[in-house]
């Protein structure tokens, strides 16, 4: 890792350059006073001290909607469509990279998705130090996700009048080819960073009531809780909260075909195991049919499934879902009641030991 300096004055210079060399180029623009990934065509769009974006760059990995092959149904023969373009991916926040790297994880676990690992492949991860919460609804500090992983090619900081741009990787350094908008930091700008990046902490509250290590087996003790009756007494079913989390993964595939039955494609495209239909098997079979169990489905996956199965959690604390959610169904609120559940739990048994104990003793 090395570290270089750049005035904000010479953004605009960058992202140019990059455009010249014919880098498909995204970030974070304002659209309808909201955030969203776009690609931008003028530096003038992006915003790298944005909020919370309404979909994460997930979007540019995974696509809502992609065609996997072409075939023919009477000859039998198909043909892989994998498209990766070279693309800059800029002003990611911690928590999206957290979310990145449970991604490659995922898609590279066992048989590798070609599609994904294509667009990963061509994907270089521009990734900006959090210094104040992005939204209310946010909890990284607590899930650990305030920090970036090893996985950014570059790594933007704000020093006010500069970047601190740190380099991760042989692709970040490539970025920086050719451009004179960067130069190398003195042992004062060692210093401001240090001070950055040191004085932030204090403005993340944690909001988890316990530890994100004990998420795990806190939820392993709550299979039967109330608390899933009450949230599936709440949920509409309409899957908001997967669609805009970053770390979500489900989906489905359809084969579409011409008129003439004989040219066609397969689409794979976003599903969410929050919608009835999701669980339904051959026979007609649904073995999640309750919103109380897709309820409890779906915070199992963030809180230890997810862990289990890759070592990493499968919430980042990005507070996507509680900002989507129209009857305010939380992560933060979940996990906090049934650590609070499990607290008086343990509480009644000790205290009903202790009665056992001193009737014994009289």
């Known amino acids: 890792m090395s570290l270089r300096i750049m005035p904000k004055s010479l953004l605009k ?30 530096a003038d769009e992006l915003v790298m001290d944005y909020p919370t974006s309404v979909l994460p760059p997930k979007k540019y990995l995974l696509p809502p ?5 072409t ?16 693309t800059v991916i800029l002003g990611v926040h911690t928590c999206d990279m957290h979310a990145v790297a449970m991604l490659d994880k995922v898609n ?15 994907t270089y991860l521009v990734s900006v130090e959090c ?17 970036v992983p090893e996985n950014y090619d570059l790594h933007f900081t704000d020093l006010g009048s500069d970047y601190a741009v740190e380099v991760g990787s042989e692709k970040g350094a490539a970025l920086l080819e050719g451009c004179s908008a960067f130069w190398e930091p003195s042992e004062a700008d060692y210093a401001r960073v240090d001070a950055v990046i040191g004085a932030k902490w204090q403005h993340f509250p944690y909001r988890l009531e316990c530890d994100v290590t004990e998420l795990p087996d806190l939820l392993a003790l709550s299979q039967k809780s109330p608390l899933w009756d009450e949230l599936g007494e709440r949920c509409l079913a309409c899957g908001m909260c997967t669609k805009v989390c970053p770390t979500c993964y489900c989906f489905d595939v359809t084969d579409e075909i011409d008129l003439n039955l004989e ?27 309750s919103r109380a169990l897709r309820q409890r489905h779906r915070f199992m996956r963030k809180g230890k499934y997810q862990y289990e199965a890759f070592g990493l959690m499968g919430c980042v604390g990005c507070g996507r879902c509680a900002a989507s959610c129209l009857v305010h169904i939380t992560p933060v609120d979940t996990f906090n009641a049934l650590h609070r559940l499990r607290q ?14 001193q009737e014994v003793q009289a």
Not at 345 to 354: D, H, I, K, P, V
């Open 263 to 289: 040219h066609g494609e397969r689409i794979r495209q976003w599903d969410s195991c929050q919608i009835e239909k999701f669980a339904v098997v051959a026979g007609g079979h649904n073995f999640r049919s």
């Open 13 to 42: 210079t960058w992202i140019k350059h990059l455009q010249s060399r014919h880098f498909k180029v995204v970030g974070p623009t304002e659209r309808f006073g909201q955030y969203v990934f776009e690609e931008i065509h003028s």
């Open 344 to 357: 008086a739990a343990q509480n009644g048994s000790a205290a009903e030991n202790t009665a056992s104990n």
């Open 71 to 86: 075939f023919n149904a009477k000859t039998m023969e198909m043909q892989p469509d994998i498209q990766a373009v070279p």
């Open 131 to 147: 210094l104040t919460p992005c939204m209310e609804g946010s909890f990284c500090k607590s899930m650990g996700t305030l920090t």
């Open 108 to 122: 590279n676990t066992g048989y590798a998705d070609q599609h994904y690992k294509a667009r990963r492949e061509a």
């Open 65 to 69: 909607r992609e065609r996997l092959f």
